[in-house]
């Protein structure tokens, strides 16, 4: 159910294990051939989708637009809070749901930056109310969800995967946008490929987007097929879906 379309005693009168699900993305620049809200447009399609199967197990919150995009502020359009203006208010929204008295929360994100800020803020959100024993504070980013056939080697599947995980505006971004609207997406069958992987591969290196990428994009999205994109958009719908019935289903008391 949809936080959005309940009355303030439909929502009181719910279960406080029901798990909250709070979805976060980005509006941040994706290259020459898709849209500045495409991290917002496709994890709400992977929301939406979930929902066929486990819209009763979870309270849905509205998608947060409003991401950690600063390593993409030198491409214009791209919209960005300042990090710790966005962790104050991502911690913020889960204090009013902790505040409601909801035990079970699960951040789903659809944007790489988010990742090491989501992480933060609900370890903080822990440690502050420690003594909250039935607590259950999770985070997902949504494409790693599921069993991709590219990742099992599944012999049904005759699409001729190049990526194995996500880029930016990349094959599996391009191939979803695809499936989700052609007319979404520009020309993108002649952009050479960019490298997924950083030289120092043991190592963690800061970058802005034009460290790795002239033209905005990692990885390589003339691959990108709407098959591919159906593939992707069912895989991680799935997993979502299996996630949150999970959580719903979890005793509080299993680590
Ligand atoms: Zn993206």
Redesign the pocket.
Known sequence: MDLFDLTSSQVDSLSRDLPVVLPVAAIEQ?ASHLPLA??SILLNEVVQRSKRSCSEHALFLPLMWLGNSHHHLDFCGTLSAPPRVWMDLLSGLIDNMLHHGFNRLLVING?GGNCVPISQVLFEQRQKNRDREELMLLSATYWTLGDLPCNNNDPSDHNEWVQHEMG??CEW?TSMMLAISTNKVGDYLDLPDVPMKPSYERAERAWVTQDRSENGYIGSPRHATEAKGEVLLDTFSNGLAELIIQISEREMTTW
Do not use: I, L, S
């Open positions: 994706h495409t991290d944007h930016h505006a971004e």
